[in-house]
């Protein structure tokens, strides 16, 4: 009788598993369908980069914040919300670690060649703006001077060896200042990947293994900014969008372009939102991204395909960063940061304009509102660390807590340093070398548990 009861127990737990796999496939393609719906809807139109192509005075006046919350917006606000939160769910599912486990072993080859690929691309990229000679970093932002080519000149030059690649990123760096002195801070807060750019190249000979770390986050939250900030305009610039919905009518699918806008706004600032957060949902907004700028190069020409070519190459290098030491966060807090998040960025977008541009009494309301939302975020992640929930909440690893998948070891410097080394540190962990032992470590800092920012021991 126990055999019997023990048997029915395990078939018990095996129909058990079986409706779990089932019921987690079903919300993986629904997810699915979702993202490549929002996809076709607003593709194109969230990756053009509206100011090459159509005249805008951004010193215009914007919609006031309160005007971008339609109906609309929040229909499209709320898909986006529950897309982020059922990634985060198939991220902690056991395909979502199967897929990072994939990913890992795919993007390997990748991530070892990140350092050549990007000054590679930044040295083809900033030849092309030398040769031009009436470009600072992208189309929109024009200027001739002799010194400005000379700047570009060197930066390619200077790709070549380690010894240089710190000039050549204050060089980028400088050229980005250029920038802001000719069309003003607010304007060059559209392209702060170039300042992330610069800083990945000038630490990339740093000895310090954590600075080393540190330059790949940075440049991925510059990346992110990068999307995210101009994101707003389509919110408080629908206008801008019209010229290329009439030329490119396609792009629109039969919807108002007032819809599309919103759309393609509410894409773009999602996508960017997702970058800050866990491994393999940012990996999955990083391909998305490069699959849709890719995409409108082809309906835009060599101009939009020019002016991304470098940041598709940064979100090859997010793609196929490695996960590293598993992070755990619960799949709730993703719509609750996001719901607060992208509002804040919108009243902190129009707040910052009316300031910049001389109107002192108009930026109060928006940017106290704007702060007030991003201090929400914090005082409630202080609040439950102070309480004791914040290890639950956010990282979800307690001792207690019931995994909803077990954690597969990805590739990481623990397993082979040399996977993830720079080139100029690889011969230093071969076998038999005599670089000093803090040099043949560095590479360790980059499947480490700092490296990913796990919250404790």
Not at 4 to 23: C, F, I, M, P, Q
Not at 286 to 295: G, K, N, P, R, S
Not at 325 to 337: E, G, K, N, Y
Not at 372 to 378: K, N, T
Request: glycine residues 8%; proline residues 5%.
């Amino acid at each position: 009788m126990r055999s019997d009861d023990t048997a029915a127990s395990e078939r018990g737990k095996l129909a058990l598993d079986t409706r779990s796999v089932v019921s987690k496939t079903a919300r993986s393609v629904v997810f699915v369908v979702c993202v490549i719906f929002s996809l076709l809807l607003t593709s194109v139109t969230a990756t053009a980069h509206v100011k090459w192509f159509v005249n805008c005075n951004v010193a215009d006046d914007p919609l006031p914040a309160m005007d971008v919350f339609t109906g609309t917006f929040f229909l499209f606000f709320a898909v986006f919300l529950l897309l982020f939160y059922l990634g985060c769910k198939f991220e902690r599912t056991t395909l979502g670690t199967e897929i990072s486990q994939l990913l890992d072993r795919v993007t390997a080859t990748l991530h070892r060649r990140s350092d050549d690929l990007l000054r590679s691309v930044a040295a083809v990229s900033f030849a092309l703006l030398w040769a031009d000679g009436r470009l600072i970093l992208t189309p929109e932002l024009k200027a001739s001077s002799i010194w400005l080519s000379a700047i570009q000149l060197l930066v390619p030059i200077y790709m070549f060896w380690r010894a240089t690649l710190a000039a050549a990123g204050a060089g980028i760096i400088v050229l980005y200042g250029y920038g802001v002195a000719a069309y003003g801070l607010f304007h060059m807060l559209d392209y702060p990947v170039f300042i992330g750019l610069g800083a990945f190249f000038a630490l990339s000979a740093s000895p310090n293994a954590k600075l080393l770390a540190f330059r790949f986050d940075f440049l991925r939250w510059t990346a992110a900014s990068t999307l995210l900030w101009p994101s707003m305009e389509k919110f408080v610039y629908p206008g801008w969008v019209a010229p290329i919905a009439i030329t490119h009518p396609e792009i629109t699918l039969g919807f108002d372009v007032t819809t599309v806008v919103t759309a393609a706004g509410v894409v773009e600032a999602g996508l960017a939102l997702a970058l800050f957060w866990t491994p393999l949902v940012r990996r999955l907004a990083a391909l998305v991204f490069i699959l849709l700028l890719t995409a409108a190069t082809f309906d835009f020409g060599k101009v939009d395909g020019i002016g991304h070519l470098v940041i598709i190459t940064v979100f090859l290098v997010v793609f196929a960063q490695p996960e590293g030491t598993r992070q755990r966060r619960r799949p709730l807090l993703a719509p609750l940061v996001g719901g607060i998040a992208i509002p804040a960025v919108i009243f902190l977008y129009t707040g910052g304009h009316a300031l910049y541009y001389g109107s002192k009494s108009a930026s109060a309301a928006p940017l106290m509102i704007g702060a007030g939302l991003l201090a929400l975020i914090f005082a409630c992640l202080n609040g439950l660390s102070r309480s004791g929930l914040l290890r639950g909440l956010v990282i979800g690893n307690t001792i207690n807590e019931r995994r909803d998948a077990p954690l597969v070891p990805s590739i990481s410097a623990e397993a082979d340093p040399s996977a993830v080394a720079p080139w100029h540190y690889r011969e230093s962990v071969t076998v038999g070398s005599s670089a000093p032992r803090s040099e043949a470590r560095h590479p360790r800092a980059f499947g480490s548990r700092r490296h990913e920012g796990e919250v404790g021991a």
